[in-house]
């Protein structure tokens, strides 16, 4: 099979994100763990080379469709495959500050202001127990919804279609945070990068 799953470059330089988040960590993040997840997929799905041919997100969102001795694996390691690419452009040193367009009103509808969004999110991200994700999604019927996950579980595989992802593994900021959470989810919104959100809702909404 040619179709195997390669790392996907990052879209800026290792340091293009100081001094929020620090070279070493995105150099192993990507390098070394989303690299490990590529590594995983492919060896899953060498099992059953067929769903090389099929998209991930459609792997991702029918789980359960899968030959059982793989169902762990992909969501496991495609799902850190899916998360870490999404993630990536959604940090920009360019970005922070508040959203824009059509998601900024929604933001703004469903929350009442990009403050209580923040907040809830916030604490979305400091009560995930152990390793995962908080999300912004737009659910089935089109409202936004945040959400968390655990591991590399996405909101994919519960019907729900994110726009902002944050990786609260403690891969993602232990080098230089160490055990202080809460300062990695304070320095991350530094780096929003709120004009990809935009990008992201205003596909799905069509
Ligand atoms: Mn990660």
Do not use: C
Request: charged share 15%; proline share 5%; net charge negative.
């Amino acid at each position: 099979m040619s179709n195997k799953y390669t790392l996907p470059p990052l879209p800026y330089a290792y340091g293009a994100l100081e001094p929020y988040i620090e070279a070493q960590i995105m150099e192993l993040h990507h390098g070394k763990h989303q690299q490990a997840y590529v590594d995983g997929l492919n060896a899953a799905l060498d099992k059953h080379p067929q769903y090389f041919e099929k998209p991930l997100i459609e792997l991702l969102q029918h789980i359960e469709h899968l030959p059982m001795d793989i169902q762990a694996a992909v969501r496991n390691h495609g799902g850190g495959v899916h998360n870490h690419t999404f993630f990536w452009h959604l940090m920009s040193i360019k970005g922070g500050g508040e959203p824009v367009g059509k998601s900024a009103e929604a933001i703004n509808d469903v929350f009442g202001s990009f403050e209580i969004f923040k907040d809830k999110l916030t604490t979305s991200a400091k009560n995930r127990f152990g390793s995962g994700w908080v999300w912004l999604s737009l659910d089935a019927g089109g409202t936004l919804v945040i959400s968390s996950t655990a591991n590399q579980d996405t909101p994919l595989s519960g019907g729900l279609f994110p726009v902002l992802g944050l990786d609260v593994w403690e891969h993602a900021y232990y080098l230089q945070y160490f055990n202080r959470r809460t300062d990695y989810i304070s320095a991350w919104w530094n780096i929003v990068n709120w004009e990809q959100v935009e990008e992201n809702y205003v596909t799905l909404i069509g």
